[in-house]
């Protein structure tokens, strides 16, 4: 493709419905669906399809959301409605090919229900689909992500096209005002803020990263935006560079995540050669570019000030904020981070406007989430709900409850920096503030469900020791009180600990909190007082008894 | 104008500058806030979280050490909760640090152990997890004791920011967090220069200096041995410290005395080896300067941390280097053929022994051939001043009351000149003044060259002399040589005339007085008084120019003949070659 143009842009405004004459099957070949077997499957759709001569179309596309009943398959026909298949084998996609061809009939037997239609229900704008509403997954699904035409024809680089031929950046960060977006991430910082203090700061340069060092246990929405929808985020990124003055982003996207790095680069390739990176972008006196930077698997490297050293090609620790980096970050530059999802929401709020995106979620939290639903979940994937809606609703009846059938004990949410949510407080809504009051945290969007067969204990294990094989070492509390922490449970696990040693982990635990440096180990005891604040009594059980 | 701040320290009114952290405003109002890892000459690393404070409003402690005093902060610096956290924050350090404090080289002078005393905790309900891991003594310059490390960054800090060595970092992560030099090699094998300003400015027992103490007892007790000692200009007013005289008092009689109690046969001074310095240096700058031999600037050679450097990162200035050895090389190949052929002592007997405020001279004494131009080596034993003052202790002698004596001036009697060595500028000021003598046969109307004195991090100047402009410059802390060198080299590469003429370096902050091996906690305010001690003796003197030394006056008749003669080119000069680090 060549270099577009204003008027190229105009005359594919509005959100194409993808338009077809011809069987066209989308096999889902993010990261979920190739450790399914994707790959064979499409291999094996190309093979019958070309074995039969037939001038049908197969195409790659993102992660539809259901990961437990990859591969997806997505079979649609002229003038019919499409068809989702699940756990699809490559067997079961060659009868799939040569039954429609010999009887222009489908097999009835792995078909997924609704998620065709809710793929499709992404539309113009974002409607309501069965429950889930997607904002950020649109296009996930729906679209080859390699491929920009396909973006484009869903509306992509529409936003960047507003904003460059019709919005100051001042017009910009009053629309996200409005809409009242707040950082993604997990500290819901409000987006228009810091899009505002980094524009004021003043440098020689200014930049914008997009942090992709997602890295909660059991957390991969963003690897599956990354996947699924790569030009989203880089329209997000341009148009955040346009708004705070910068001429170069950076994704800092950790190495685990090859098939994210690919398929960004793809992207940034693709949107250079469209003229829509480099200089004078769109006719416009803005020129940007994007490399991207890979993180070297060390969790800390999340955290801003961390993120930034290691982008720099330091030993990737935090620094003391103040400075913030919207002041003084990459290379002492005023420097905005934003989060992947975060910049995903983006093209959506300046289409559609401010006030569209503030009418969807609940108080001061606006707009969807999107949650990476796991544990012992009936259907384990992702979701992407408006906020407000409770935890029940989402595990239950999106995600269909337990996979045993039996009760739900809890569901812990925010990862290692977040908490346990009981059973009986399930109802709760999905806000920031509701989550943080249960003494969890709304976080990135990893979401556990443990059954009765789940041991609070061995849960709190699991998150301190993932939080003390990451401490990046720097700050005593941190590094020290986790361990030592977490030695005290461990003690308590085996059956050897004390009274005394519930007292002192708390103490210890108060400590991190208040007297660590970073995120990291400050909120790395939230999972373990938020057990001993709900379940004290597991713990109490594994004690030595006080008196033999 | 930068703004003022108003705020609100534990009830009490605090006004600063805009910028400063709450740590330095408490101050202000008589508050002190602990802390384990910020030391004033350095960025905090915030890595302690020690001095968390509250302020009014947030939920969050904030370390008082990073955050900047805002208009109308309330702050609250100790509360019942941030004392109940600071102390299980040090019950965390103490459970990973070894309780050996009985024998370490830092107890009595260790911060972790006055912050654990101030808490007074009792009791701890941690298990001790010590890490075991080998100490790293391969310099014989410092010893580096990983286990005793706190993770608080001082060292790696002071070694790459203000040094620019770069030899020190932290390996791995988590509760493996550990220092080491970079890349896990042995120190001796990094680009480390063994300036020492690591271990002073470890706040615990990680990195001491290297422990030479035990030989020198040894020799002291040999019956056969001539030991003699010789001490450095900055050592006379930094060793009080360790006897808690006020700091910058100059106690060089009591030091020799010491000496001498302790079983040196002979006292001699370094100051005297400077004065012998001067003479060769200032003699070979009118060299280069009046009559174009060699290329300029010329580059003082006398810090053997800064010759490391220069050989390791800067070799192509070899030429612009100075040949004298530093004074404390010169001292200890004289006494081992001057002054044993006129005191008719055998110089295999000879033990010398010199006293430095320096980690780095450890190394020097060793580092080339030219180092045993007596034909034994002539400086056997390099000990810091810290290593004096624990002898002198273990000596039991009463350093208040022992009365003060005078050093044997064979070579031991020195000017001015000599003492101000000691402190960043001395040693350009004591050649401008030879040098002056040199090229008008006076000495200067006045003496002193203020150009050269202070802490500034690079100090440039020029003096007429006879007509002739001589363009100058100092620089102490190694990173801010690369900011003269690169001058030097651009007018080089132009053809173009130097930017200057003479060029002194010290490694380490506030030359000698600053020095590697000098009593710990030195900050700006000990290295200023300190060298005040240095610039009083040399005011109070009554030779302030080196050429006017009698003795060494009398060395050049009796024994040397003329400066760069060649006895004195055999006994006081040495060479350069380039040691690239990381090419093994």
């Known amino acids: 493709m060549g270099r577009l143009t204003l008027q190229d842009l105009d005359a594919r405004q509005g959100v194409q419905i993808q338009t077809f004459d011809k069987p066209w099957i989308k096999v889902g070949m993010s990261t979920c669906g190739l450790a399914a077997g994707a790959d064979a499957v499409f291999n094996a759709l190309v093979e019958t399809i070309q074995s039969h001569s037939l001038d049908w179309r197969v195409t790659r596309t993102g992660c539809a959301g259901m990961c437990s009943m990859e591969p997806l398959v997505e079979f649609r ?458 379940y004290e009594h597991e713990f109490r059980e594994r004690l030595v008894p006080a008196h033999k | 104008m930068t703004k003022k701040i108003h705020a609100i320290i534990n009830g009490l009114p605090v006004e600063v500058q805009a910028g400063v952290t709450i740590l330095d405003a408490a101050r202000q109002v008589s508050v002190h806030i602990p802390t384990l890892c910020k030391h004033p000459d350095l960025d905090a690393t915030a890595a302690c979280g020690i001095c968390i404070v509250r302020v009014k409003g947030t939920a969050k402690m904030l370390r008082a050490c990073c955050t900047p005093l805002e208009a109308n902060m309330e702050i609250t610096t100790e509360d019942p909760e941030i004392i109940q956290v600071r102390r299980s ?18 107890s009595q002078n260790c911060e972790l152990q006055t912050l654990a005393a101030h808490f007074g905790l009792r009791q701890t309900h941690l298990d001790s997890i010590v890490p075991d891991l080998p100490l790293d003594e391969t310099t014989h310059a410092v010893t580096l004791d990983p286990r005793k490390c706190i993770t608080c960054g001082r060292c790696i800090q002071v070694c790459q920011q203000i040094q620019d060595v770069w030899a020190l970092s932290f390996l791995q992560r988590g509760i493996d967090t550990r220092i080491s030099a970079a890349g896990d090699i042995h120190l001796a094998d990094s680009p480390c220069v063994r300036c020492g300003q690591c271990s002073a400015h470890c706040p615990t027992g990680a990195i001491v200096e290297y422990d030479d103490t035990e030989e020198v007892w040894e020799k002291l007790r040999d019956p056969e041995a001539f030991c003699v000692a010789q001490i ?11 006897f808690d005289f006020p700091v910058g008092t100059n106690l060089t009689g009591k030091t020799y005395a010491a000496l001498r109690r302790m079983g040196f046969k002979a006292v001699f001074d370094t100051n005297f080896g400077a004065d012998l310095t001067i003479m060769e240096e200032a003699h070979e700058f009118i060299e280069r300067f009046a009559h174009g031999k060699s290329v300029l600037p010329l580059v003082t050679s006398c810090c053997p941390a800064w010759v490391d450097f220069m050989e390791k990162f800067h070799s192509d200035i070899i030429p612009n280097f100075s040949s004298c050895k530093s004074p404390q090389a010169m001292v200890g190949s004289l006494a081992k053929t001057y002054f044993a052929e006129k005191n008719k002592i055998d110089p295999a007997k000879i033990f010398v022994v010199s006293i430095m405020p320096c980690t780095a001279k450890k190394f020097e004494i060793l580092r080339s051939k030219e180092m045993s131009s007596s034909g034994y080596q002539d400086v056997d034993v390099s000990l810091t001043t810290r290593e004096l003052a624990r002898m002198i202790k273990q000596s039991g002698i009463d350093f208040h009351a022992v009365p003060e004596e005078q050093p044997d001036h064979l070579l031991g009697a020195y000017t001015g000149a000599g003492t101000i060595f000691g402190a960043t500028g001395g040693v350009m000021e004591a050649a401008l003044r030879t040098a002056h003598y040199l090229i008008t046969g006076e000495n200067p109307s006045r003496m002193e060259f203020h150009m050269t004195r202070g802490l500034q991090g690079i100090k440039e100047g020029e003096i007429t002399v006879a007509g002739k402009t001589v363009r100058i410059a100092v620089a102490h802390g190694l990173g801010n040589v690369e900011k003269l060198l690169a001058k030097a080299r651009e007018a080089r590469a132009a053809g173009q005339d130097p930017p200057y003429h003479f060029v002194e370096v010290m490694a380490c902050p506030g030359g000698c007085v600053g020095g590697g091996g000098q009593p710990y906690g030195v900050t700006d305010e000990l290295r200023t008084k300190r060298a005040a001690g240095l610039y009083q003796e040399d005011q109070a003197g009554l030779w302030r120019c080196s050429h006017d030394n009698p003795y060494v006056q009398k060395l050049y008749e009796e024994y040397l003949g003329q400066p760069l003669g060649e006895k004195s080119e055999q006994l006081l000069h040495t060479t350069y070659r380039p040691r690239p680090t990381y090419h093994r």
């Open chain 1, 77 to 534: 026909v002229p003038g019919e409605s499409p068809v989702m298949y699940g756990e699809m084998t490559p067997e079961l996609a060659r009868e799939l090919v040569t039954q429609y061809a010999d009887k222009h009939s489908l097999p009835d037997d792995h078909r997924v229900p609704g998620l065709a239609e809710l793929a499709q229900a992404a539309g113009d704008p974002p409607r309501t689909g069965p429950r889930q509403y997607r904002i950020v997954m649109r296009n996930c699904g729906v679209i080859d992500p390699e491929n920009i035409d396909e973006y484009i024809d869903r509306g992509g680089y529409q936003a960047l096209k507003k904003v460059l031929s019709s919005m100051t950046p001042e017009q910009v960060i009053e629309e996200l005002k409005t809409s009242g977006l707040r950082g993604r991430g997990g500290a819901g910082f409000p987006v228009w803020s810091k899009w505002k203090m980094t524009r004021a700061s003043i440098g020689d340069e200014h930049f914008i990263i997009c942090n992709g060092d997602e890295g909660d246990p059991g957390a991969y929405m963003d690897r599956s935006v990354l996947e699924g929808d790569p030009h989203a985020v880089v329209e997000g990124m341009i148009i955040g560079g346009y708004v705070i003055g910068a001429q170069t982003g950076f994704f800092y996207i950790r190495a685990e995540y090859p098939l994210a790095i690919e398929r960004i680069e793809k992207a940034i390739k693709q949107a250079r050669a469209a003229g829509l990176l480099g200089s004078n972008i769109l006719g416009a006196n803005f020129s940007f570019n994007i490399e991207v930077r890979l993180g070297a698997g060390a969790f800390v490297c999340g955290e801003e000030t961390a993120l930034i050293a290691s982008v720099e090609g330091k030993r990737g620790t935090p620094s003391p904020r103040p400075p913030y980096p919207s002041v003084r970050g990459l290379w002492k530059q005023p420097t905005m981070i934003n989060n992947v999802e975060t910049l995903a929401n983006i093209t959506q709020v300046l289409l559609h406007g401010g006030r569209w995106f503030a009418g969807i979620g609940s108080g001061k939290s606006t707009g969807t989430k999107v949650f990476a639903v796991t544990g012992k979940v009936k259907y384990s994937g992702l979701v992407e709900i408006p906020m407000g809606m409770t935890l029940r609703e989402v595990v239950e009846e999106i995600c269909g409850g337990t996979a045993s059938g039996g009760p739900i004990k809890a569901v812990q949410t925010g990862g290692p920096s977040g908490g346990l949510i009981p059973a009986d407080k399930l109802d709760t809504p999905i806000t920031y503030e509701h989550l943080q009051q249960l003494g969890s945290i709304m976080g990135s969007g990893g979401m556990i469900v443990m059954d009765e067969t789940d041991s609070v204990v061995e849960l709190s294990r699991f998150y301190l020791g993932f939080c003390v094989d990451e401490s990046c070492g720097k700050c005593a509390p941190c590094r020290i009180g986790g361990t030592q922490i977490l030695r005290l449970l461990n003690n308590i696990a085996d059956g050897k600990g004390k009274e005394e040693d519930l007292v002192t982990i708390r103490r210890m635990a108060h400590a991190m909190q208040k007297a660590s440096l970073c995120g990291l180990g400050q909120t790395a005891p939230n999972p373990i007082l938020s057990a001993l604040r709900y």
């Open chain 2, 89 to 106: 924050v040090i019950e965390m350090i103490l459970s990973k640090h070894p309780n050996e404090c009985l024998t370490c080289g830092r």
């Open chain 2, 232 to 242: 450095a200009p900055a050592v006379r007013v930094a060793i009080g410290e360790a």
